[in-house]
């Protein structure tokens, strides 16, 4: 059911628009007291003639108390102040009074959120998921796909519940290559930044298919510098509280957000191809990893396009980075037709020897080991990683 806060006579056309399964109060105590009524309800609007302080103090109050009840607000104008303060206070949507099928969008979201709330809402209590962040210092390594593939197959291992972030703050690929809609992104989460929690967190997200969710890019490349390295660790933190693992997909730069999101993480994929500036950048990585501390325990060494015949061989690409290589992922023509396709090889082609080796990667490297001792650099750089 609905509850329709409205303190003058509810238009009818307001109370269609909600649909029959609505009862109408004409204040916020009352809309509390139908509440405590029935623990069932899952949606608050309140109408334009409400006082928007008073909405916002109960929007708050309704995100600490009932984080699966939404509110959405209702205004005879929305400007920027006011959806930054009703984000913040934990308003769902803010929707003009006008648009009636604006509203009703809202409500079906809102709605589908509540649902999602309320999985998320019961972690057992000491459930601390893995991140995992996947860096190539060089650009066209297969970095996006081979993020998009590991979220994939560990979320098809065991009933795992895996989140997949595009941490390429600028020209994140993740959505347009599995074909989202980036309703919402990680700019959304600037209000909340310093005070996220999991009902703030879920209201980010994209479903992408049971068991995977997906926290976008920005969509306008300039947000990249809106948004802070802090706020990086925060989501991330939050996260991992919630799914059984959190995959993170990087610029090829060492950015301050990249490096925010490997002293949260539990492990780092690197990924490299068969080609010389390629290996380059990847000893250099190393270096630069060893460098800040971070230990060579949760680390993965991963070539991909490893049978291109190039003149390299799987030794020679050891010695050239002075690592093992931990993972070998073929090449495929395959592997671009499922990007067109907007569906990752390893859900479309679970079979394929692209998919096989990076369902391996993820039972040897990931699924079969435990969590590795903190090095020295998390304490340093002061990441907000557990104990």
Avoid: W
Avoid at 115 to 139: I, L, M, S, W, Y
Avoid at 340 to 353: C, D
């Amino acid at each position: 059911m609905t509850i329709l806060c409205q303190p003058a006579a509810a238009p009818d056309d307001l109370i269609s628009n909600l649909g029959r399964d609505v009862r109408s109060v004409d204040d916020l105590d009352a809309a509390l007291r139908a509440l405590n009524d029935d623990a069932a309800e899952d949606l608050v609007v309140v109408g334009p003639e409400a006082d928007a302080g008073d909405a916002l103090r109960f929007a708050a109050e309704l995100r600490l108390e009932r984080p699966a009840t939404g509110l959405i607000l209702v205004r005879e104008y929305v400007d920027v102040a006011l959806l930054t303060e009703a984000l913040r206070a934990g308003v769902r949507e803010v929707v003009a009074a006008g648009d009636p099928v604006a509203l009703v969008a809202a409500c079906e979201r809102s709605r589908t959120l509540s649902g999602r709330v309320r999985v998320n809402d019961e972690p057992e209590p000491e459930h601390q998921g893995k991140v995992v962040t996947v860096f190539a210092a060089k650009g066209g390594c297969g970095k996006t796909t081979i993020a998009i593939n590991l979220a994939a197959a560990l979320s098809a291992s065991d009933g795992n519940r895996v989140c997949l972030v595009d941490l390429d703050l600028s020209f994140g690929d993740v959505a347009i290559s599995v074909q989202l809609d980036p309703v919402r992104t990680i700019s959304d989460a600037l209000p909340m930044a310093g005070h996220l929690d999991t009902t703030g967190a879920v209201s980010l997200l994209t479903s992408y298919r049971p068991g995977l969710d997906m926290l976008l890019a920005p969509v306008t490349p300039g947000d990249a510098e809106k948004i802070p390295a802090a706020l990086v660790g925060e989501l991330l933190t939050v996260l991992r509280g919630m799914y059984d693992f959190v995959v993170v997909d990087t610029p090829a730069q060492f950015s301050e957000h990249v490096l925010t999101a490997m002293d949260v993480s539990d492990h780092h994929v690197l990924l490299t191809t068969p080609d010389t500036p390629a290996l380059k950048n990847l000893r250099i990585t190393l270096d630069m990893l060893d460098l800040l501390s971070y230990s060579r325990d949760i680390r993965s060494v991963v070539l991909n396009r490893s049978d291109s015949k190039v003149g390299l061989s799987s030794g020679d690409v050891e010695r050239v980075v002075r690592s093992a290589i931990n993972g070998h992922v073929p090449s495929s023509r395959n592997v671009p037709i499922s990007i067109n396709k907007g569906v990752p090889i390893v859900i479309a082609t679970p079979t394929h020897p692209v998919s096989q080796a990076i369902t391996r990667l993820a039972h040897e490297r990931l699924l079969s080991r435990p969590v590795a001792a903190r090095s020295k650099v998390f304490a340093r750089r002061g990441a907000g990683r557990r104990s």
